[in-house]
T-cell receptor, first 115, second 113 residues
Framework: DTAVSQTPKYLVTQMGNDKSIKCEQN?????MYWYKQDSKKFLKIMFS???????INETVPNRFSPKSPDKAHLNLHINSLELGDSAVYFC??????????????FGPGTRLTVT | AQSVTQLDSQVPVFEEAPVELRCNYS??????LFWYVQYPNQGLQLLLK??????LVKGINGFEAEFNKSQTSFHLRKPSVHISDTAEYFC???????????FGKGTMLLVSP
């Protein structure tokens, strides 16, 4: 059973389109995250949710909107896609609240390519 | 602000050789430190973590790391690497007053026969 799953694994789309990436965790964790990994492998936090409540919102354009329908799911919707949005997006979860000492479990990633 | 520096972007080694991947962090207070591994086309997986106590931490797959407070370092070591250890390794830190992990830029470990 996959602990943290993401769909789709690959996403190729044109500039200006709107797309969503879905994430689900079956670990019973309270906190979920979205990270962006750029072409140089640099990993940066975008958002964090704890029990469906937005905890962290780093300086991310308003075109990115996370949605957490329940604590097992955290989806990422991106409006008006730009070339610079091309990256690998990782979902992760942890037992404790953001900022704790708990291990984060990562999904396999979604490679987004904007043409 | 907290930060992490991984001094080597790439470390090539031969199979069965020892390896050390270097990580330095900046913080004036106590921190939690982590090493994650990312195999090709996969997500990150925790190798080991330092929270408190013994400064030598053992992790999965034969890796270990030593926390050195005076040198603000948390270097990762393995006495004998395998081809399957080829991956990107990330050091990460979180300290009091910070809400999120800060990752280093990663070190690519390339193990060749």
């Amino acid at each position: 059973d996959t602990a943290v799953s993401q769909t789709p694994k690959y996403l190729v789309t044109q500039m200006g389109n709107d797309k969503s990436i879905k994430c689900e965790q079956n670990l019973g964790h309270d906190t979920m995250y979205w990270y962006k990994q750029d072409s140089k492998k640099f990993l940066k936090i975008m958002f964090s949710y704890n029990n469906k409540e937005l905890i962290i919102n780093e300086t991310v354009p308003n075109r990115f909107s996370p949605k957490s329908p329940d604590k097992a799911h955290l989806n990422l919707h991106i409006n008006s896609l730009e070339l610079g949005d091309s990256a690998v997006y990782f979902c992760a979860s942890s037992q404790g609240r953001t900022g704790g000492r708990d291990e984060q479990y990562f999904g396999p990633g979604t490679r987004l390519t904007v043409t | 602000a907290q930060s992490v520096t991984q001094l080597d972007s790439q470390v090539p080694v031969f199979e069965e050789a020892p390896v050390e991947l270097r990580c330095n962090y900046s913080s004036s207070v106590s921190v939690y430190l982590f090493w994650y591994v990312q195999y090709p086309n996969q997500g990150l997986q925790l190798l080991l973590k330092y929270l408190s106590g013994s400064t030598l931490v053992k992790g999965i797959n034969g890796f270990e790391a030593e926390f050195n407070k005076s040198q603000t370092s948390f270097h990762l070591r393995k006495p004998s690497v395998h081809i399957s250890d080829t991956a990107e390794y990330f050091c990460a830190v979180i300290g009091p007053g910070y809400s999120t992990l800060t990752f280093g830029k990663g070190t690519m470990l390339l193990v060749s026969p």
